[in-house]
């Protein structure tokens, strides 16, 4: 822990603003603003949801973005509630990891409407890096690289499913 009151200070905000980062996350996913969703990411994000589903780590945010959108968008409505963040903080870099729940829901759905997953984000965090019109240095927190890691799930993962395809009809 740093000694003097300025420095505390100072990471008392970091870690305000970092945090505040995964709950900007979490409410542009479910009011489906991805122009908000964008700014919570750096140009060269690394997004591993292996643990979700996804067969590889996707690199790059704006082959990111698309991914997300696709998933949740047929959706009739999502929630992600985060909590218990733990956060280190070095210089401008920084490592957040935090709880996860978020259920989705599709009312059409065939059989049970929900679909809910626990488990938690490790987010690994910069300061100052690739804003999308903010310059290079402009002294806000992205996410980096970050993970999912589901522990436990339930209801009809089906959903997400029949939600891309309600999208395409």
């Given at each position: 822990?740093?000694?003097?009151?300025?420095?505390?200070?100072q990471l008392l905000l970091d870690r305000?603003?970092?945090?505040?980062?995964?709950?900007?996350?979490?409410?542009?996913?479910?009011?489906?603003?991805?122009?908000?969703?964008?700014?919570?990411?750096?140009?060269?994000?690394?997004?591993?949801?292996?643990?979700?589903?996804?067969?590889?780590?996707?690199?790059g945010r704006d082959n990111w973005l698309?991914?997300?959108?696709?998933?949740?968008?047929?959706?009739?409505?999502?929630?992600?509630?985060?909590?218990?963040?733990?956060?280190?903080?070095?210089?401008?870099?920084?490592?957040?990891?935090?709880?996860?729940?978020?259920?989705?829901?599709?009312?059409?759905?065939?059989?049970?409407?929900?679909?809910?997953?626990?488990?938690?984000?490790?987010?690994?965090?910069?300061?100052?890096?690739?804003?999308?019109?903010?310059?290079?240095?402009?002294?806000?927190?992205?996410?980096?690289?970050?993970?999912?890691?589901?522990?436990?799930?339930?209801?009809?993962?089906?959903?997400?499913?029949?939600?891309?395809?309600?999208?395409?009809?």
């Amino acid at each position: 822990m740093p000694n003097d009151t300025d420095a505390k200070v100072q990471l008392l905000l970091d870690r305000a603003d970092i945090s505040q980062v995964l709950y900007t996350y979490a409410t542009a996913i479910d009011t489906r603003n991805f122009d908000l969703l964008a700014t919570c990411f750096t140009a060269d994000l690394e997004a591993d949801f292996r643990s979700f589903g996804s067969r590889e780590i996707i690199k790059g945010r704006d082959n990111w973005l698309p991914i997300i959108q696709g998933t949740i968008e047929g959706l009739d409505a999502t929630q992600h509630l985060t909590g218990n963040h733990v956060i280190t903080v070095d210089g401008d870099s920084a490592t957040l990891v935090a709880y996860l729940q978020a259920l989705h829901r599709l009312d059409t759905a065939r059989s049970d409407p929900e679909y809910t997953v626990g488990g938690y984000y490790t987010c690994d965090m910069a300061r100052g890096e690739g804003g999308l019109q903010d310059g290079p240095h402009d002294g806000r927190w992205r996410m980096r690289r970050y993970s999912l890691q589901v522990t436990w799930h339930r209801g009809n993962r089906d959903i997400l499913r029949q939600a891309q395809r309600r999208l395409k009809s």
